[in-house]
């Protein structure tokens, strides 16, 4: 497994833009791909973007397609998510996550989680 930690969640006003980071050590060549999630109040953790280690391959949910890039720096093992355009219905706290054969919308499909970071949107 790998270790994570996000940061750089915070308050921003609807409209605004954040940027997460996701810092990973551990076994981090032997993972497919990181993925980024959220979990809002009263709801289930959702899927927001994935990105392969090696190569481009990026994946996002409908809900953030346009607003949110994903990038990842692999000299730093480092995940990234750029928020812009940030709606209120955006807060939740948000994880990443480590993805050991393929990118995956599902929970299921990630074995190392970070401990999430607070996003919080006001309008």
């Known amino acids: 497994q790998v270790q994570l930690v996000e940061s750089g969640g915070g308050l921003v006003q609807a409209g605004g833009s954040l940027r997460l980071s996701c810092a990973a050590s551990?076994?981090?060549?032997?993972?497919?791909?990181m993925g980024w999630f959220r979990r809002a109040p009263g709801k289930e953790r959702e899927f927001v973007a994935a990105?392969?280690?090696?190569?481009?391959?990026?994946d996002y949910a409908d809900s953030v397609k346009g607003r949110f890039t994903i990038s990842r720096d692999t000299a730093k093992n480092t995940v990234y998510l750029q928020m812009n355009s940030l709606k209120p219905e955006d807060t939740a706290v948000y994880y990443c996550?480590?993805?050991?054969?393929?990118?995956?919308?599902?929970?299921?499909?990630?074995?190392?989680w970070g401990q999430g970071t607070q996003v919080t949107v006001s309008s």
């Open positions: 551990g076994r981090t060549f032997s993972y497919y791909g």
């Open positions: 990105i392969r280690w090696g190569g481009s391959s990026t």
């Open positions: 996550a480590a993805a050991p054969i393929f990118l995956s919308r599902r929970v299921s499909g990630y074995d190392s």
